[in-house]
């Protein structure tokens, strides 16, 4: 009878050793998940910063040629070429009409990159909840999956010691 029992208790220690297995298992495939979200996260965070980046480079370029032909001369562009580059195109006006016309066209320009900043911080703040949300909903399903283990464990081991 001594051999049974003891038989019994090696199946059950051999049983609880697998599910502690499968458990490791399953919170090693959770976290690998949860590094996987991260890094799409992170990527994609990468690509709202450089893309509003670029905007950002864009609308002041915009600002600067509109001040540019306005006659507001307080701001330059670092970079000379691009100062080159406008002060060529304020050659080729040869009217006030043209230069109405011009100011028009990148007013219009700098609304239209202002309005496609703004999409891009809306999305991104999107993006940044929904990824937030699912990296919080895979931690909550491997702390529950986890929490259910060792009160299963628990209960397996209470039923031993009455």
Same mark, same amino acid.
């Given at each position: 009878?001594?051999?049974?029992? !003891?038989?019994?208790?090696? =199946?059950? &220690?051999?049983?609880?050793?697998? *599910? &502690?297995?499968?458990?490791?298992?399953?919170? !090693?495939?959770?976290?690998?998940?949860? %590094?996987?979200?991260?890094?799409?996260? @992170?990527?994609?965070?990468? *690509?709202?910063?450089? #893309?509003?980046?670029?905007?950002? *480079?864009?609308?002041?370029?915009?600002?600067?040629?509109?001040? @540019?032909?306005?006659?507001?001369? =307080?701001? !330059?562009?670092? #970079?000379?070429?691009?100062?080159?580059?406008? *002060?060529?195109?304020?050659?080729?006006? @040869?009217?006030?009409?043209?230069?109405?016309?011009?100011? &028009?066209?990148?007013?219009?320009?700098? #609304?239209?990159?202002?309005?496609?900043?703004?999409?891009?911080? #809306?999305?991104?703040?999107?993006?940044?909840?929904?990824?937030?949300?699912?990296?919080?909903?895979? &931690?909550?399903?491997?702390?529950?999956?986890?929490?259910?283990?060792?009160? %299963?464990?628990? @209960? !397996?081991?209470? =039923?031993?010691?009455?």
């Amino acid at each position: 009878m001594s051999q049974d029992l !003891t038989q019994q208790w090696l =199946g059950e &220690i051999q049983t609880l050793k697998q *599910q &502690i297995a499968e458990l490791q298992s399953d919170r !090693t495939a959770a976290w690998e998940s949860a %590094e996987k979200w991260r890094k799409l996260y @992170n990527t994609e965070a990468e *690509q709202r910063r450089t #893309d509003t980046q670029l905007a950002q *480079q864009a609308i002041a370029s915009l600002k600067a040629e509109i001040q @540019n032909l306005q006659g507001i001369d =307080g701001v !330059t562009l670092p #970079d000379a070429t691009a100062v080159t580059a406008i *002060q060529e195109e304020i050659d080729k006006l @040869n009217s006030l009409e043209e230069l109405k016309t011009q100011l &028009i066209t990148v007013t219009k320009e700098r #609304d239209r990159l202002l309005q496609a900043l703004k999409t891009e911080q #809306d999305n991104h703040a999107q993006t940044r909840r929904s990824l937030t949300t699912a990296l919080g909903d895979a &931690i909550d399903g491997w702390t529950k999956e986890r929490d259910s283990a060792k009160e %299963e464990e628990s @209960n !397996t081991l209470q =039923g031993y010691k009455t």
